[in-house]
C-alpha cells in the first residue's frame, strides 16, 4: 500500500510492503506499532522506541504525538490493493474478493445469501498490525464464505464470491430499482 502523508506542511510518501516492510521516501525503515490502549500506541523504528497517542480527525486528519513533540497530519490514501484482488468475470457476474495481503481474518460482516452494497465492508483483515476493511465493489449477493474468522489467509486467497444482482430482463440492478428473488 502506498500513502502519501503531510506532517505539519512536509509531504512524505510511504510504501507499506509484504512481511511489514515500510519505506519513507523511498528510504528503508524497521517499523513495528503496536496498540497499548485506546489512542496510545509503542512505535518502534529502527529499533527505536517511541510512545505515540494518535487521535484520529476528519477526512483523514489526525494530531500524533510522538515522544511528547506534537504533530498536525492528513494521511491520504494513493494505492487500494484490494481493489486489484477483485475478480469480476461479467458485469451482472460473480465477484471474488480476495486476501490483498497475507493476514489473520479477524472478523466477517456478511452471510451467505446476504445482500450488500457497493462499498459495505464483507471482512477484516488483520495484516501488518493493520486492520483492512475488505470491501463489495459493487451491490450483490453473497454467494459463498470461503474462510472462518480465526484463519490466517495467504495474499489471493478468495474469502467471498458475490453474485451481481439482476433484475427480472437479465440488466444490472441499480439503487432505484427492486430485486424480487
Known amino acids: 500500500m502506498k500513502y502519501q502523508v503531510v506532517v505539519e506542511g512536509r509531504t512524505f510518501?510511504?510504501?507499506?510492503?509484504?512481511?511489514?516492510?515500510?519505506?519513507v521516501d523511498r528510504r528503508p525503515l524497521s517499523v513495528d506499532l503496536g496498540r497499548i490502549d485506546g489512542l496510545h500506541f509503542s512505535l518502534l523504528v529502527d529499533h527505536?522506541?517511541?510512545e505515540t497517542h494518535v487521535e484520529m480527525k476528519e477526512a483523514g486528519e489526525c494530531h500524533v504525538v510522538v515522544a511528547g513533540r506534537s504533530y498536525r497530519a492528513c494521511l491520504r490514501e494513493k494505492h487500494r490493493p484490494a481493489t486489484r484482488?477483485?475478480?469480476c468475470h461479467r458485469e451482472d457476474g460473480p465477484v471474488e474478493i480476495s486476501?490483498?495481503?497475507?493476514?489473520l481474518l479477524v472478523e466477517v460482516r456478511v452471510a451467505e445469501?446476504?445482500?450488500?452494497?457497493?462499498?459495505?465492508?464483507?471482512a477484516v483483515l488483520e495484516s501488518m498490525k493493520m486492520h483492512l476493511e475488505l470491501r463489495a465493489p459493487r451491490p450483490g449477493v453473497v454467494r459463498a464464505l470461503r474462510t472462518a474468522v480465526g484463519q490466517?489467509?495467504?495474499?489471493?486467497?478468495?474469502?467471498?464470491?458475490?453474485?451481481?444482482?439482476?433484475?427480472?430482463?437479465?440488466?444490472?440492478?441499480?439503487?432505484?430499482?427492486?430485486?424480487?428473488?
Open 85 to 87: 484482488t477483485v475478480h
Open 99 to 103: 486476501a490483498p495481503l497475507p493476514g
Open 13 to 23: 510518501e510511504i510504501e507499506v510492503g509484504p512481511g511489514g516492510r515500510v519505506w
Open 113 to 122: 445469501g446476504q445482500r450488500v452494497g457497493e462499498g459495505e465492508v464483507v
Open 48 to 50: 527505536r522506541s517511541y
Open 152 to 181: 490466517e489467509m495467504a495474499q489471493g486467497d478468495t474469502l467471498a464470491v458475490i453474485n451481481g444482482l439482476t433484475s427480472p430482463l437479465g440488466s444490472p440492478v441499480t439503487s432505484g430499482s427492486r430485486n424480487t428473488e
